[in-house]
């Protein structure tokens, strides 16, 4: 059974760092790609960007190039979206998504809260 | 930039039919563009239906179809049901591993 396992949800300041996770099993995960989607409280779903575990591949969204940084270590079949500073705008829920081998997303994480807060 | 218009929002009256949208702002969509369709309850993950534009996803009921009307994409639920009352998105892929998100349609079931 293929499963996208996230991240705990996160409490953090303004200016802090963080680093969350999605963890693939029940396929390989070096042959697929892994999506960021984040959601604002109240609002849609975007695509932040996507990587391909395999290579480390990564592609941007241009709303959300330089903002963040994904990486994966393909040794733990695990992706991570990464924040060097945060900011209270990226109080959100992350979901990671894989790309199936066609151009969709066919399987979702449970998403990661991350409240930035004073 | 590319955007991809939905609906705000839509209403149902239980057992009817209902079509939902998804537009480009410049331009047409076409399969080309591979439009996929989510569903999405409050405090759940999205749950994916729809995908190269009219293949169902494993387990999604039948009532759900995809296709193109004329220069969009589209979603119809026949002989809707009270817990299609969720958010929809569709997506279109650009190309060169970029993907663009519509807004949402929130839809009632009333």
């Known amino acids: 059974e293929v499963q996208l396992v996230q991240s705990g949800a996160e409490v953090k300041k303004p200016g802090e760092s963080l680093k969350i996770s999605c963890q693939g099993s029940?396929?390989?995960?070096?042959?697929?790609?892994i999506a960021w989607v984040r959601q604002m409280p109240g609002k849609g779903l975007e695509w932040m960007g996507s990587i391909y575990p395999g290579d480390s591949d990564t592609i941007y969204s241009p709303s959300f190039q330089g903002q963040v940084t994904i990486s994966a270590d393909k040794s733990i079949s695990t992706a991570y979206l990464q924040w060097s500073s945060l900011k209270a705008s990226n109080t959100a829920i992350y979901y990671c998504?894989?790309?199936?081998?066609?151009?969709?997303?066919?399987?979702w994480g449970q998403g990661t809260l991350v409240t930035v807060s004073s | 930039q590319n955007v991809v218009t939905q609906e705000p929002s839509f209403s149902v009256s239980p057992g009817g039919t209902v079509t939902l949208t998804c537009g480009l702002s410049s331009g047409s969509v076409s399969t080309k563009y591979q439009p996929s369709w989510y569903q999405q309850t409050p405090g759940q993950a999205p749950r994916t239906l729809i995908y190269?534009?009219?293949a169902r996803s494993s387990g999604v009921p039948d009532r759900f179809s995809g296709s193109i009307l004329g220069n969009k994409a589209a979603l119809t639920i026949t002989g809707a049901q009270a817990d299609d009352e969720s958010e929809y998105y569709c997506v279109l892929y650009m190309g060169s591993g970029i993907w663009v998100f519509g807004g949402g349609t929130k839809l009632t079931v009333l």
């Open positions: 029940g396929y390989t995960f070096t042959t697929y790609w």
């Open positions: 998504a894989r790309r199936s081998s066609g151009d969709h997303f066919d399987y």
């Open positions: 190269s534009t009219n």
